[in-house]
T-cell receptor, first 115, second 116 residues
Framework: DSGVTQTPKHLITATGQRVTLRCSPR?????VYWYQQSLDQGLQFLIQ???????AKGNILERFSAQQFPDLHSELNLSSLELGDSALYFC??????????????FGPGTRLTVT | AQKVTQAQTEISVVEKEDVTLDCVYE???????LFWYKQPPSGELVFLIR??????QNEISGRYSWNFQKSTSSFNFTITASQVVDSAVYFC?????????????FGQGTELSVKP
């Protein structure tokens, strides 16, 4: 158990809908990262927050947005869902303020299926 | 541009065999970090090791060992005396110190199947 929690574990929804994925980082970690794992794209970095502020952005679609709240939990919002958004979405946390020299601990992931 | 290549898509071995998973990376930075993660069938990503670019010493942890060679931009992972529980997808990842945020750039993964 990494100490990072993600809810829900599974999500099935229809095209065009909007969903929210939630992540609670390990106690004491200030940085939260979101990654998407799909069969065709592999594991890709989406976005990172540090202590409530956006720190880095990767290949995140405009239909997707995220935020980190004062209690440090984070939410990833996916809207106007398409079939291609079906993937495993991971949240990771680390203690460091965005530096590379700390490992990121991953949550169990949320499997999103868009039908 | 940063890139991680794991050329072996799938490897199948019989229990107790040694197996090496290859990882080649590309970066223009002189300071960077390399990682290995394991993804068992249950789906979670488990951190295995982090190595910085200034430390080329090989590392051994039980049956696991890592060989970092800057000259060939490789960071290979060897499992000695493999076991069925080692069956998983293994990812190599790169993070550059000076990029914003410390994001991980993953390779495509190598699926290891250890048969009894």
């Amino acid at each position: 158990d990494s100490g990072v929690t993600q809810t829900p574990k599974h999500l099935i929804t229809a095209t065009g809908q909007r969903v929210t994925l939630r992540c609670s980082p390990r106690s004491g970690d200030l940085s939260v990262y979101w990654y998407q794992q799909s069969l065709d794209q592999g594991l890709q970095f989406l976005i990172q927050y540090y202590n409530g502020e956006e720190r880095a952005k990767g290949n995140i679609l405009e239909r997707f947005s995220a935020q980190q709240f004062p209690d440090l939990h984070s939410e990833l919002n996916l809207s106007s869902l398409e079939l291609g958004d079906s993937a495993l979405y991971f949240c990771a946390s680390s203690v460091a303020p965005g530096l590379a020299d700390y490992e990121q601990y991953f949550g169990p992931g949320t499997r999103l299926t868009v039908t | 541009a940063q890139k991680v290549t794991q050329a072996q898509t799938e490897i199948s071995v019989v229990e107790k065999e040694d197996v090496t998973l290859d990882c080649v990376y590309e970066t223009r930075d002189t300071t960077y970090y390399l990682f290995w993660y394991k993804q068992p069938p249950s789906g979670e990503l488990v951190f295995l090791i982090r190595r910085n670019s200034f430390d080329e010493q090989n590392e051994i942890s039980g049956r696991y060992s890592w060989n970092f060679q800057k000259s060939t931009s490789s960071f290979n992972f060897t499992i000695t005396a493999s076991q069925v529980v080692d069956s998983a997808v293994y990812f190599c990842a790169l993070s550059e110190v000076y990029n914003q945020g410390g994001k991980l750039i993953f390779g495509q993964g190598t699926e290891l199947s250890v048969k009894p």
